[in-house]
């Protein structure tokens, strides 16, 4: 009798077992799945690349780490208008104790001036990378962030796989900020290279710093557009980017020479070239 | 040197507490003695006092060597007062400690008791007087020379006290302090002048505890534990329309010591899967030694639940705002307890234009605070004309804690830095914006703290990187106060580098 019982609940056990492995291999596809083609446009703009749910990497070398945060800024700054409605605009920004000592914490005018709120800005200073990447994990998990912001030093295959993962199934974007020098291997949708570039022309003041701008160089892009570099540069009034010109010999697609768009609606287009 | 306190063995060979060390060790040649750690002693009863949180959740040191407990309610939970005092006597002997029990409706009559009492005495519900009858003065807590006064008058017994008249034995005394310090105890004793402990804790605003009767051992049973006591927990709060902002959890340890772990929230919490997650962090920092087998949870502050303090986030719908916010505080709280109140931190401007100071970084677990002092000029979508400059110059997105000193070659008076060298790099610069003058705030001057005044430029160098620098003081300022004060450093202001563009 109890051989019997023990039985039947061993067979229930495995079915509950290979029920549990065959979503599991169900799932594993779906999140694996590489993202639709991009429609033409988006694909030749790194700041939509960068705003698809998933795992995205910035890299730049040590001087131009600064550029790099200045980037990622900037692009809080268009995440945030972008789910602004919805009602959800919380970022978490993780760096370690050592990058804050070096560069200094992030300062909320300043902020303010970019474009993203300082209220809506959870900074977090961690004594590790790993604290980084468990606060980040976190942070995707609970479903409340916007976005999260990492700035840490090792990211393993490994580490940057559970990010990854994590950021597809919450449908949100996590950004990596990572030195140039780690070279590991790395399971994120998109990798930007960023540098500092000349800034625009002030139209107050010629000889004062413009508008920013970076080169970014893509580097890579799951099921994106072959590697390419432009100019971009940030407007601070409407905060959103703008492409400056194609370094690539890549055509750009045809973007209409209109004024800015009207604020709010679209959040982010190709504008005005000077190229 | 004398003797501070003796073991058993030694009190039957006649020693006893207060003889000198050289006469106990001529009568015994063979004694062992170690010299008093008073400190010691007091620590090991502290943690004595926590350990016995599991009898009530009212404990208190008594003197040097006692405790006293208020169980007051909690008898019935070990069935019955013999009961709960033979509990307690076979715990303290798992221990290896013999422990010297008296219960009665008072602190002193307890402490008397205990002391000079019966094994395991019991005073019955007003028999106090009676119950200490028979036991000697020093019972009564009182100071060595006015027991020497009393033992002068032929009064050893404290029911020797009950007979006299309070005028008679006032007017057998001959100091005044002796009288009251023996009529007070007295009236302490028999109930007649309230005594109160002073517990260890304040009283938690609600508690639940747990008892295994195999010590628990393995870090991977405490979720488990903490299961169990935070169910009973949140019906109490559920009761109560309480949740808890202030939380520990105690592990009573079999060899007497507690593992506690204490931890605050940002808002009211109470349901068991939050707590889970808040303590399965710090679980890992408990030494549970040999075992622990009695656990505590304490809500230790308490606040009406509500079930949104207010929205983070401004949402249209409105219907998933508040759990947008339930999911923001859980998150907030996680990352706080695992890794610091401290590390996660929110700003908020403060009314000051010296850059260093014109923000402040809390914890966010301080968050609700926070919201009050909004930043004036809110980032919401700008709809008006955009091509007006800013009111004010940029500033920069991250702001160095301490600005850096930067070497400045190719100077111009009053005008931006054409070559500059920071962390051993040389920089040309292009484009250069200011100098925006900032002066120091004169009330703080006032108060005695010089600062200089500063001019700000927002520079870029030829690679495009911006960055924020300042030349404190002015040229004429320094000249002038190199000749009022020859030991001022003149010479040409210093450089320093503030901040990062992006």
Redesign the interface.
């Known amino acids: 009798m109890s051989g019997e019982t023990r039985g039947t609940s061993r067979s229930a056990l495995m079915a509950r077992l290979r029920q549990s492995i065959a979503e599991i291999e169900q799932s594993a596809p779906v999140l694996e799945e590489a993202p639709a083609a991009l429609p033409r446009e988006e694909a030749a703009d790194p700041a939509r690349l960068i705003l698809r749910p998933g795992l995205h990497e910035l890299t730049a070398s040590y001087e131009d780490m600064s550029a790099a945060r200045g980037f990622a800024l900037a692009m809080l700054a268009a995440r945030q208008r972008q789910r602004q409605r919805r009602g959800q605009a919380v970022f978490l920004w993780a760096m370690r104790l050592e990058d804050r000592r070096e560069f200094g914490a992030p300062y909320g005018p300043g902020l303010l001036d970019a474009g993203v709120s300082p209220e809506r800005l959870l900074t977090l200073y961690a004594r590790s990378s790993l604290d980084v990447l468990w606060a980040l994990e976190e942070g995707l998990k609970a479903g409340a962030l916007a976005g999260a912001l990492g700035e840490a030093g090792d990211v393993g295959l490994t580490e940057s796989r559970r990010l990854s993962l994590l950021a597809a199934e919450h449908r949100m974007p996590c950004w990596l900020i990572r030195p140039l020098e780690r070279k590991e291997a790395s399971a994120a949708l998109t990798r930007l290279r960023i540098r500092p570039a000349p800034s625009g022309r002030q139209v107050h003041d010629p000889a004062a710093p413009g508008a920013a701008r970076w080169q970014v160089e893509l580097e890579k892009a799951k099921a994106g557009p072959m590697p390419f570099r432009v100019t971009m540069e940030w407007d601070h009034e409407t905060h959103c980017f703008h492409m400056v010109a194609p370094l690539a010999d890549r055509a750009l697609p045809a973007a209409p020479k209109t004024e800015s768009p009207p604020a709010g609606e679209a959040a982010i287009l190709p504008l005005a070239r000077t190229g | 040197m004398r003797l501070h306190a003796v073991d058993e063995t030694a009190a039957r060979l006649g020693l006893a507490r207060g003889m000198m060390l050289t006469d106990a060790k001529a009568r015994l040649p063979g004694l062992l003695h170690a010299p008093a750690d008073m400190e010691g002693d007091r620590t090991a009863l502290q943690g004595l006092a926590e350990w016995c949180l599991r009898y009530s959740p009212f404990v208190a040191a008594d003197g040097e060597d006692g405790l006293l407990i208020d169980a007051t309610g909690c008898a019935h939970l070990f069935g019955g007062e013999e009961a709960m005092l033979a509990r307690m006597e076979s715990q303290f002997a798992k221990l290896g400690l013999k422990a010297y029990l008296g219960m009665a409706q008072t602190v002193g009559a307890a402490s008397a008791l205990a002391r000079f009492g019966p094994p395991r005495a019991i005073a019955p519900q007003g028999g106090v007087s009676e119950a200490l009858s028979a036991l000697p003065m020093a019972a009564l807590r009182l100071e060595p020379q006015v027991l020497l006064l009393l033992q002068r008058l032929g009064l050893t017994k404290i029911g020797q006290l009950y007979a006299m008249p309070r005028l008679a034995l006032a007017r057998r005394f001959r100091s005044r302090v002796a009288e009251e310090a023996v009529l007070f105890r007295l009236d302490q004793a028999l109930g007649r002048q309230p005594e109160s402990l002073n517990p260890l804790h304040p009283a938690p605003s609600f508690r639940a505890h747990a008892g295994y009767s195999e010590p628990v051992q393995d870090l991977s049973f405490l979720p488990e534990v903490l299961r169990r006591l935070s169910a009973d927990l949140k019906s109490m709060l559920v009761r109560e329309g309480q949740g808890g902002t202030r939380w520990t959890f105690r592990a009573l340890r079999v060899d007497g010591q507690v593992a506690a772990l204490s931890l605050r929230t940002a808002q009211p919490v109470r349901e068991e899967a939050h707590l889970a997650r808040l303590f399965k962090e710090r679980f890992e920092q408990m030494d549970l030694g040999l075992g622990a087998e009695y656990f505590i949870l304490s809500a230790d502050e308490a606040v009406p639940f509500t079930q949104s303090q207010g929205s983070?986030?401004?949402?249209?719908?409105g219907g998933?705002?508040s759990g947008?916010?339930e999911?923001?505080a859980?998150?907030?709280d996680?990352?706080s307890v695992?890794?610091g109140a401290e590390?996660?931190?929110?700003?908020?401007?403060c009314d000051s234009h010296v850059?260093e100071r014109?923000?402040h970084?809390r914890p966010?677990l301080e968050g609700a605070a926070?919201?009050e002092a909004?930043?004036s000029?809110?980032?919401?979508?700008?709809?008006a004309p955009?091509?007006s400059?800013?009111p004010r110059p940029?500033?920069?997105?991250?702001?160095?804690?301490k600005p850096e000193p930067i070497e400045v070659m190719a100077e111009v008076p009053d005008g931006p830095p054409m070559h500059f060298r920071w962390r051993h790099?040389p920089h040309q610069v292009?484009?250069?914006?200011g100098p925006e003058r900032i002066a120091p705030e004169w009330w703080r001057l006032q108060d005695g703290i010089f600062e200089e005044v500063r001019d700000y430029f927002?520079?870029?160098d030829?690679?495009?990187?911006?960055y924020w620098v300042f030349r404190a003081g002015l040229y004429q300022d320094r000249a002038q106060a190199r000749a009022q004060d020859r030991t001022f450093p003149g010479g040409a202001p210093s450089w320093f580098l503030h901040?990062?563009?992006?």
């Open positions: 983070w986030a401004e949402s249209e719908e998933s705002a947008q916010d999911a923001l859980g998150l907030i996680r990352l695992r890794l590390a996660l931190r929110l700003q908020g401007p850059p014109a923000v970084s966010a926070m919201k909004a930043w000029s809110s980032p919401s979508l700008p709809s955009l091509r400059p800013p940029l500033r920069p997105l991250r702001l160095l804690t790099v292009t484009r250069a914006e927002r520079i870029e030829v690679r495009g990187r911006r901040g990062f563009f992006a």
